[in-house]
């Protein structure tokens, strides 16, 4: 058995043991009542997750589907750290992004080393450019550290200020020190890394009317969003 096999089935079974041990929520998405709630089935879906320098597939994610008798309201109950709606895990954008601009690699390389296609890859960059604000996300840290000193996010490759679309060299730039931010936000919150997947897992918690396809936003950490 290979490492990747080895991995592929500790992931795999860190979500069976999740699924056969998970208790209902508290409130239903809809209505706010917890009485009337009850487990609605099962689906499944897959998943790629990075594990150290690897990028390993589930192929079967199993899902509990929760039902609020009162209201109708039908929605999954994810595993932690699972996006809704996109099979590869803040994990590996998070890794593929870091690749690209801060290590410099051109996106051939990283999509091979993140098992995806180079278009693929390149979409990452403005998913990650666009979930959250980097001012938002500098002041969540001022919140969290409780000082007005914030570590230099570090810039993007210097090979890519010979692009000639600026549009794209903002969306790099946008998407490093989102990246940063989110790094260093998780380590003072104490989560753990990659920053990428944990705040964010963080601020969803669970719900069920933020995407995270093809508008990540999540309202929190977006312009205007209004701090606690």
Same mark, same amino acid.
């Given at each position: 058995?290979?490492?990747?096999?080895?991995?592929?089935?500790?992931?795999?079974?860190? !979500?069976?043991?999740? #699924?056969?041990? =998970?208790?209902?929520?508290?409130?239903?998405?809809?209505?706010?009542?917890?009485?009337?709630?009850?487990?609605?089935?099962?689906?499944?879906?897959? =998943?790629?997750?990075?594990?150290?320098?690897?990028?390993? #597939?589930?192929?079967?994610?199993?899902?509990?589907?929760?039902?609020?008798?009162?209201?109708?309201?039908? !929605?999954?109950?994810?595993?932690?750290?699972?996006?809704?709606?996109?099979?590869?895990?803040?994990?590996?954008?998070?890794? +593929?992004?870091?690749?690209?601009?801060?290590?410099?690699?051109?996106?051939?390389?990283?999509? +091979?080393?993140?098992?995806?296609? &180079?278009?693929?890859?390149?979409? !990452?960059?403005? !998913?990650?450019?666009?979930?959250?604000? &980097?001012?938002?996300?500098?002041?969540?840290?001022?919140?969290?550290?409780?000082?007005?000193?914030?570590?230099? =996010?570090?810039?993007?490759?210097?090979?890519?200020?010979?692009?000639?679309?600026?549009?794209?060299?903002?969306?790099?730039?946008?998407? =490093?020190?989102?990246?940063?931010?989110?790094?260093?936000?998780?380590?003072?919150?104490?989560?753990?890394?990659?920053?990428?997947?944990?705040?964010?897992?963080?601020?969803?918690?669970?719900?069920?009317?933020?995407?995270?396809?093809?508008?990540?936003?999540?309202?929190?950490?977006?312009?205007?969003?209004?701090?606690?």
């Amino acid at each position: 058995m290979d490492l990747t096999s080895k991995a592929e089935q500790d992931v795999t079974r860190g !979500w069976a043991e999740f #699924h056969l041990g =998970a208790r209902k929520p508290q409130a239903c998405v809809g209505c706010g009542r917890g009485d009337r709630l009850c487990w609605n089935g099962t689906s499944c879906r897959s =998943a790629s997750v990075r594990d150290g320098d690897e990028t390993v #597939h589930v192929a079967e994610v199993p899902q509990r589907r929760v039902k609020c008798r009162a209201c109708d309201a039908n !929605w999954i109950h994810r595993p932690p750290g699972l996006l809704p709606n996109k099979h590869f895990q803040a994990c590996v954008i998070a890794s +593929a992004v870091s690749q690209h601009v801060h290590g410099g690699d051109a996106l051939a390389a990283v999509a +091979a080393a993140h098992g995806c296609s &180079p278009r693929q890859a390149g979409r !990452w960059m403005s !998913w990650t450019a666009a979930i959250a604000d &980097p001012a938002v996300l500098a002041a969540r840290l001022v919140e969290a550290i409780d000082a007005v000193v914030l570590p230099t =996010a570090r810039e993007i490759a210097l090979r890519f200020e010979a692009l000639r679309h600026q549009a794209r060299v903002a969306t790099l730039r946008r998407a =490093a020190r989102v990246l940063a931010l989110m790094e260093a936000l998780a380590s003072a919150l104490q989560l753990e890394p990659p920053g990428l997947r944990s705040v964010v897992e963080r601020f969803l918690n669970g719900r069920t009317d933020v995407g995270t396809y093809r508008r990540p936003v999540i309202p929190e950490l977006a312009g205007g969003a209004q701090l606690m």
